[in-house]
């Protein structure tokens, strides 16, 4: 399965971006489908989640409120919307997709494959 990121660039702070990442195929047994982020010298956190095959939907608590995410099955798509963007939403942001429920993705953080990453850059 291949994850590719769009949308990513520079934005200013208050600002909004969408993120999209478009999926190799979508017959799949994936269940779940996210967004993580890394920032220089920091680990990879989870942002956002949602389950493929219902409406479950997962955030950190950094970006509950100000990011959503969601899905389009006809285009096998993912998106983030992310709204009142900080300088502190500055990452590169990956895609990722497990063949594991929410749950697993969401408070396990298991990725079973990964997006080549996007940057975000927020502005002050």
């Known amino acids: 399965v291949q994850l590719v990121e769009s949308g990513g660039g520079l934005v200013q702070a208050g600002g909004s971006l969408r993120l999209s990442c478009a999926t190799s195929?979508?017959?799949?047994?994936?269940?779940?489908l996210g967004w993580f982020r890394q920032s220089p010298g920091q680990a990879r956190e989870f942002v956002a989640a949602?389950?493929?095959?219902?409406?479950?939907?997962s955030y950190t608590d950094s970006v509950k409120g100000r990011f959503t995410i969601s899905k389009d099955k006809t285009k096998n798509t993912v998106f983030l919307q992310m709204n009142s963007l900080k300088p502190e939403d500055t990452a590169v942001y990956y895609c990722?997709?497990?063949?594991?429920?929410?749950?697993?993705?969401?408070?396990?953080?298991?990725?079973?494959?990964w997006g080549q990453g996007i940057q975000v850059t927020v502005s002050s």
């Open positions: 990722a997709g497990t063949f594991l429920s929410i749950e697993h993705m969401a408070a396990s953080r298991i990725v079973d494959y």
């Open positions: 195929e979508r017959s799949f047994s994936s269940d779940t």
């Open positions: 949602i389950s493929w095959s219902g409406g479950s939907t």
